[in-house]
């Protein structure tokens, strides 16, 4: 069966900092790129940041370019999302997936987790 398991969400002010982790099993974790997401209440879903499996490249959407960083942890089977300068835009629910294609398109990811609340005050 496969799981992704989010971490680490919660409360924070402006300024500050979080790090999310996506604990991936059920599959083949060396073979799958990993994508953030993100939904805020009454928006669409947006893509946060991914990782490929294939050489580690990594992409970030324009909104958190510079203070949000993805890595992964192969041995783990994890993958997190480190955020810094968090700004009161950044609350929603984040969620990893996982799929077989590199981008930020969430059509492409076949595999979901549940969701972490990222809050961030003013």
């Known amino acids: 069966e496969v799981q992704l398991v989010e971490s680490g969400g919660g409360l924070v002010q402006a300024g500050g900092s979080l790090r999310l982790s996506c604990a991936a099993s059920?599959?083949?974790?060396?073979?799958?790129?990993i994508g953030w997401f993100r939904q805020a209440p009454g928006k669409e879903r947006e893509g946060v940041s991914c990782?490929?499996?294939?050489?580690?490249?990594?992409y970030y959407a324009d909104s958190v370019k510079g203070r949000f960083t993805i890595s992964s942890d192969n041995a783990k089977n994890t993958v997190y999302l480190q955020m810094n300068n968090l700004k009161p835009e950044d609350t929603a629910v984040y969620y990893c997936?996982?799929?077989?294609?590199?981008?930020?398109?969430?059509?492409?990811?076949?595999?979901w987790g549940q969701g972490t609340q990222v809050t961030v005050s003013s």
């Open positions: 990782i490929s499996s294939n050489d580690g490249s990594t």
């Open positions: 997936a996982a799929g077989y294609h590199y981008g930020l398109d969430h059509d492409e990811y076949d595999y």
């Open positions: 059920g599959f083949t974790f060396d073979d799958a790129n």
